[in-house]
Every structure is written in structure tokens, then in C-alpha cells.
């Protein structure tokens, strides 16, 4: 299954729509956090940095700068790209299965033997 990577017509007007109610602009990681959380995406501080990095852009310490809307849509689109990107990784399923048992998103900690035999018999994979 090929998945598109682009943002469509409607998520750009939705990126717009979305932009334009922003009293202020955008002059700050929080001002960006909370417009990506009103378009559905709960980021951390940390990873809108490197999507601002991806996408060249730095706040300056001397200068309230502002995200323009087309900076925000590529931001938006990068984000996409990255979402995209990691339903092709046949690893994610692994991985997510590995945190809901207990284990980190980072890959690191463990899950209790005991806690994946019962996940394993409630779906029917092994008896207790």
C-alpha cells in the first residue's frame, strides 16, 4: 500500500483555518505546540524543534519572530511525512506492543513474563 505523503487540499485549509486563529501569531514553541494540538497532533516541545529544524526555520532569542502560514503547512506536512513514514515500518506494530506491555517507547525496560502469557491468552495465542 502506497500512502501519500503530501498534505491534501483539505488539510492545508485545515492548516489555514486553523493558523488564522492564532491571536498574536506564532512567536514561540508554546504558541506552535498549541496550534499543532488544535490540529489533532500532541508533540513534545522537543520533536516540534526538529521539525522546525527539518523545515529550517529557528525561533530567535533576540527577535519575536513569527511562523508564517507556509512555514506551519511545511511543518504540518513533515509531521505527515514522518506519520506516513512510520505505518510503512513493519517494526511499529512490534514496538507499540512492546509499550502497551510495559516496555519504552525508546525501545529500552522489559515487560513481566507473567503480564505477556496473560496478553497472549486473552487473544487466544497460548493457554495459561
Known amino acids: 500500500v502506497h500512502r501519500i505523503k503530501s498534505l491534501t ?7 489555514a483555518h486553523h493558523f488564522q486563529t492564532v491571536q498574536g501569531g506564532v ?7 498549541a496550534l499543532v494540538n488544535m490540529c489533532g497532533q500532541e508533540l513534545a516541545v522537543e520533536e516540534l524543534e526538529q521539525l522546525l529544524e527539518e523545515v529550517g526555520f529557528a525561533f530567535s532569542p533576540r527577535h519575536r519572530n513569527n511562523i508564517g502560514l507556509d512555514t506551519f503547512t511545511a511543518v504540518m506536512q513533515a509531521l505527515k511525512a514522518r506519520h506516513v513514514e512510520a505505518l510503512e515500518d513493519p517494526e511499529l506494530e512490534t514496538v507499540d ?4 506491555m510495559g516496555g519504552n517507547a525508546d525501545r529500552t525496560g522489559h515487560v513481566d513474563s507473567q503480564a505477556l502469557v496473560r496478553a497472549m491468552a486473552s487473544l487466544g495465542l497460548v493457554e495459561e
Open 9 to 15: 487540499d483539505a488539510e492545508k485549509r485545515a492548516c
Open 27 to 33: 512567536n514561540t514553541l508554546l504558541k506552535l505546540q
Open 97 to 100: 506492543a512492546f509499550v502497551a
